[in-house]
């Protein structure tokens, strides 16, 4: 990209005024829980099998969901008690 690309864009920007930017019904703690969710996806995708979907079945792969995130929670859990 140019510089005179991204010039253009905060003009645009600029010039939209209140118009611009976050959405106006932007609501701070629904982004907040979408945020957590975002989170738990990408630590779920950490395990290899889940990511590329090796199981075929959906029994199978609810189960493997199941598993990591039992052992995701284990994690979190055991690494909070001294």
Do not use: H
């Amino acid at each position: 990209m140019s510089a005179s690309y991204r010039a253009d864009q905060i003009a645009r920007r600029a010039a939209k005024g209140s118009r611009g930017g976050r959405p106006p019904g932007f609501d701070p703690v629904v982004y907040a829980g979408r945020n957590v969710v975002e989170r738990c996806f990408n630590r779920l995708k950490q395990f290899r099998d889940l990511a590329t979907r090796y199981a075929k079945r959906a029994a199978c792969f609810r189960a493997e969901i199941v598993i990591a995130a039992a052992v995701l929670w284990l994690r979190t859990d055991l690494q909070d008690t001294p």
